[in-house]
């Protein structure tokens, strides 16, 4: 790829034309939830649907399984302010399947 690039701006200056050579999308982005992504998880969602919408899995930050009874708490970097906070929390009575059972966002402007 570098050499095409390489190839690609060579050909243009010899012609006499300026070029700005981009970098490519290499490197993934780092996955973050914006406001409207936020709003689209809603109760009863699965862990994988929340995924699918945020774009990244979040990090588990609380998890517990009492007598079949399950309870995960998960972060996820916001698209915010330094200071902005993203969490969904799942659970699941014993034989069912992890659903969303609350949420909470602080958007910092800082």
Do not use: H
Request: glycine share 8%; with cysteine; charged share 20%.
């Amino acid at each position: 790829m570098k050499t095409i690039k390489r190839l690609a701006a060579a050909t243009l200056a010899a012609a006499g034309l300026s070029v700005a050579v981009v970098g490519t999308a290499d490197a993934a982005p780092i996955a973050c939830v914006t406001r409207t992504e936020f709003r689209q998880v809603r109760r009863g969602m699965t862990p994988a649907r929340v995924t699918r919408i945020f774009g990244t899995r979040g990090r588990i930050d609380l998890s517990s399984n009492i007598a079949g009874y399950r309870y995960i708490s998960k972060d996820y970097r916001p698209c915010a302010g330094r200071y902005s906070i993203v969490s969904v929390n799942f659970s699941a009575d014993p034989g069912e399947v992890l659903r969303v059972s609350g949420k909470f966002a602080y958007w910092s402007s800082l």
